[in-house]
């Protein structure tokens, strides 16, 4: 039961295009706010996605991702930079996922990271590439800390590690997908 509960989440992660990690990419010292990021984003405005930010506490936001089917996802976000480089730091943050508390203690949520190259004029982001990164990891498996599970990876290093691991590969082939670019739509996240 713990082996499929967790593959559920680390699956839907993955499948979104996502390198799931038990710790985040953020630290106190490199969160950053910018409150640019605040609105209503889509990128072919008649069949992308919708990504939804709000304010959410001092330094972070909410995320929700709607997609073409009208289904959402809402995420824990925080934005932070390590070497002048944005990255966003997604983690599951939906209170709808599974309604019973004996379910959801075998969940194991993980954050993902997402590239951020430009918040205005639009928001241009890369996904991390879990089949480039796989491959890259074939050949050199030492080069972060990283379980398989479920033929998934998930890395287990430490958030400074994977902070030195960003300041050396954030600007490799392998590691990001190609950029997607999101118009804002509305500057109030309560309109879409």
């Given at each position: 039961?713990r082996?499929?509960c967790?593959?559920?989440?680390?699956?839907?992660?993955?499948?979104?295009?996502?390198?799931?990690?038990?710790?985040p990419?953020?630290?106190?010292e490199s969160i950053?706010?910018?409150?640019?990021?605040?609105?209503?984003?889509?990128?072919?405005?008649?069949?992308?996605?919708?990504?939804?930010?709000k304010k959410?506490?001092?330094?972070?936001?909410q995320?929700?991702?709607?997609?073409?089917?009208?289904?959402?996802?809402?995420?824990?976000?925080?934005?932070?930079?390590?070497?002048?480089?944005l990255?966003?730091?997604i983690?599951?943050?939906?209170?709808?996922?599974?309604?019973n508390?004996?379910?959801k203690?075998?969940?194991?949520?993980?954050?993902?990271?997402?590239?951020?190259n430009?918040?205005?004029?639009?928001?241009?982001?890369?996904?991390?590439?879990p089949d480039?990164?796989?491959?890259?990891?074939?050949?050199?498996?030492?080069m972060?800390?990283?379980?398989?599970?479920?033929?998934?990876?998930?890395?287990?290093?430490?958030?400074?590690q994977?902070?030195?691991f960003?300041?050396?590969?954030?600007?490799k082939?392998?590691?990001?997908?190609?950029?997607?670019k999101?118009?804002?739509?509305?500057?109030?996240?309560?309109?879409?």
């Amino acid at each position: 039961m713990r082996k499929l509960c967790m593959f559920m989440v680390l699956a839907s992660i993955v499948l979104a295009g996502c390198i799931p990690s038990l710790h985040p990419l953020y630290t106190d010292e490199s969160i950053v706010y910018d409150a640019n990021l605040i609105g209503v984003w889509k990128g072919d405005p008649n069949k992308s996605d919708t990504w939804i930010f709000k304010k959410e506490g001092k330094n972070n936001y909410q995320l929700t991702v709607i997609d073409e089917k009208k289904k959402s996802g809402v995420f824990e976000t925080y934005l932070c930079k390590i070497d002048g480089q944005l990255f966003l730091d997604i983690f599951p943050d939906d209170p709808n996922l599974c309604q019973n508390d004996f379910y959801k203690a075998y969940l194991l949520p993980c954050h993902g990271f997402i590239k951020v190259n430009q918040i205005l004029p639009q928001l241009k982001l890369q996904m991390t590439n879990p089949d480039d990164f796989g491959k890259k990891l074939k050949e050199d498996p030492n080069m972060i800390k990283w379980e398989k599970v479920e033929d998934r990876i998930v890395l287990t290093a430490s958030t400074q590690q994977l902070q030195e691991f960003m300041r050396k590969n954030a600007q490799k082939d392998w590691l990001f997908d190609d950029e997607a670019k999101l118009s804002r739509v509305s500057g109030d996240p309560n309109k879409r």
